[in-house]
Nanobody
Framework: QVQLVESGGGLVQPGGSLRLSCAAS????????MDWYRQAPGKERELVAQ???????NYADSVKGRFTVSRNNAKNTVYLQMNSLKPEDTAAYYC?????????WGQGTQVTVSS
């Protein structure tokens, strides 16, 4: 069974940067997409960024130009580089993979942008 573990969240000032990581463990024989979602208090979970098995990327309009998703296949890890952070980026961030024909979620990591 594949498990995902996120790391890299924390408290950062507006304009700052963070890099989130999502590492997978377990036997992997197929990956379709690796996604980053976020959920702020009182709001629905939203897709932030996605990278496909073919390397194509997609971003929410609210993060385009500021966030970059990437992956290291050898380490079974996907990253989310977040620059120019804003208070409205404050949320719990989750990775979600479609792996081995199943959807797997991580436990989430908190990102707080505040002065």
């Amino acid at each position: 069974q594949v498990q995902l573990v996120e790391s890299g969240g924390g408290l950062v000032q507006p304009g700052g940067s963070l890099r989130l990581s999502c590492a997978a463990s377990g036997t992997i024989f197929s990956i379709n997409t690796m996604d980053w979602y976020r959920q702020a208090p009182g709001k629905e979970r939203e897709l932030v960024a996605q990278i496909t098995n073919g390397g194509n990327t997609n971003y929410a309009d609210s993060v385009k130009g500021r966030f970059t998703v990437s992956r290291n296949n050898a380490k079974n890890t996907v990253y989310l580089q977040m620059n120019s952070l804003k208070p409205e980026d404050t949320a719990a961030y989750y990775c979600r993979w479609v792996v081995n024909f199943r959807t797997v979620w991580g436990q989430g990591t908190q990102v707080t942008v505040s002065s």
